[in-house]
T-cell receptor
Framework: SAVISQKPSRDICQRGTSLTIQCQVD?????MFWYRQQPGQSLTLIAT?????????ESGFVIDKFPISRPNLTFSTLTVSNMSPEDSSIYLC???????????FGPGTRLTVT | GNSVTQMEGPVTLSEEAFLTINCTYT??????LFWYVQYPGEGLQLLLK?????DKGSNKGFEATYRKETTSFHLEKGSVQVSDSAVYFC??????????????FGTGTLLAVQP
């Protein structure tokens, strides 16, 4: 399985600011995903990020609010823009194993917006 | 559309008790099915999976069988331990209609095992 790290692990941010979350993988992967886990709830897919193409966003998520970069096969960033308290969540990246088609998750970034 | 329904929690058991966490799904086509576990303060870990009907996934004493006729993937363990206390998520992934390997999660079931 892939080893995935995320930075920062947690942050407390002011309303109206933006935060960029980094996801680093120890091997090259084609598909990366970004999820949101709101307090006490399940995970919801934000977008799929493939290297060399625009991210594909799920219904209810837009690029202006959650811009994503995928500059190479081992790295991606998710920015949460113009934050409000409703954006307080855990944000997780995941990667798809090319051989087993299993998804492996990073440890998550716990974001609190005040 | 595609969806996953899990039994409500929390589930509270004594050590060595038998565990069942129910999971049913709705999907077009033939999804793969997964159980993920989230231990307190940790990230999501893949526990087991099944990719086709009648497959049984197993890991760490946990088992789940892909039942197409009942669209179910119930998680079972014969004897739980305190260390199994965690939130368990049932999920499906599908590849059709332009979608590739998207995971759809159930709401999660909190398991608390008491000594």
């Amino acid at each position: 399985s892939a080893v995935i790290s995320q930075k920062p692990s947690r942050d407390i941010c002011q309303r109206g600011t933006s935060l960029t979350i980094q996801c680093q993988v120890d091997s090259q992967v084609t598909m990366m995903f970004w999820y949101r886990q709101q307090p006490g709830q399940s995970l919801t897919l934000i977008a799929t990020a493939n290297q060399g193409s625009e991210a594909t966003y799920e219904s209810g998520f837009v690029i202006d609010k959650f811009p994503i970069s995928r500059p190479n096969l081992t790295f991606s960033t998710l920015t949460v823009s113009n934050m409000s308290p409703e954006d307080s969540s855990i944000y997780l990246c995941s990667v798809l194993s090319g051989r087993s088609y299993e998804q492996y998750f990073g440890p998550g970034t716990r974001l609190t917006v005040t | 559309g595609n969806s996953v329904t899990q039994m409500e929690g929390p589930v509270t058991l004594s050590e060595e008790a038998f565990l069942t966490i129910n999971c049913t799904y709705t999907a077009t086509g033939y999804p793969s099915l997964f159980w993920y576990v989230q231990y307190p303060g940790e990230g999501l870990q893949l526990l087991l999976k099944a990719t086709k009907a009648d497959d049984k996934g197993s890991n760490k004493g946990f088992e789940a069988t892909y039942r197409k006729e009942t669209t179910s993937f119930h998680l079972e363990k014969g004897s739980v331990q305190v260390s199994d206390s965690a939130v368990y998520f049932c999920a499906l992934s599908y590849n059709y209609g332009g979608a590739t390997n998207k995971l759809i999660f159930g709401t999660g079931t909190l398991l608390a095992v008491q000594p």
